[in-house]
């Protein structure tokens, strides 16, 4: 079997619903994704100004509900995103964060994970072969828990994991 022995890090961050950089941002930055590879965010930036922080590393974007007209024209729903033979499904979400995950399932077909937010609640588990993977909201509101932001490390596997932040 082939065996990947470079490994992706990847930050994931979602839901920031941050009109500029503040300094708890730049807390997240520094502290978890400064070694990472690429970062992706799913949606609810709501600025340019957190685009423009967050692409001090390659960035993915997909637009969220309550991200405005530009940041919507600018980044698509949904997306796949390839990552060393890996299919990575990315969306936001909509509606109630009750029963999220069978809404935006259909959405995709062929992925190894789903990485999604809206929400504002973490999510990390297998469902039918596949992972959803939700990092939770980094600096908005808290439905429940604390904020949180993931991370995956993929080589010859995927390996989730949220970090409380």
């Known amino acids: 079997m082939f065996t990947n022995s470079i490994t992706m890090k990847i930050g ?3 839901d920031t619903h941050l009109k500029e950089v503040n300094s708890h941002l730049i807390d997240i930055y520094t502290n978890y994704f400064s070694d990472v590879d690429m970062i992706i965010h799913t949606g609810d930036l709501i600025s340019e100004e957190i685009v423009d922080f967050l692409s ?8 969220g509900n309550m ?7 600018k980044f698509p729903k949904k997306k796949i995103l390839e990552v060393h033979g890996f299919r990575l ?12 995950e069978k809404r935006i399932r259909p959405e995709f077909n062929d992925v190894h994970a789903i990485i999604y ?3 504002h609640k973490s999510a990390n588990h297998i469902d039918n072969g596949v992972i959803f993977f939700n990092p939770g909201t980094a600096t908005g509101f808290r ?8 991370i995956l490390d993929v080589n010859d596997e995927i390996h989730s994991t949220i970090i409380t932040v």
């Open 12 to 14: 994931v961050i979602s």
């Open 56 to 63: 001090q590393k390659p960035l993915h974007i997909v637009h």
């Open 67 to 73: 991200d405005n007209f530009d940041i919507k024209k």
């Open 89 to 100: 499904g990315l969306i936001h979400g909509w509606g109630s964060p009750f029963g999220i």
């Open 117 to 119: 937010g809206h929400s």
């Open 143 to 150: 439905m429940s828990g604390s904020h949180s932001i993931g």
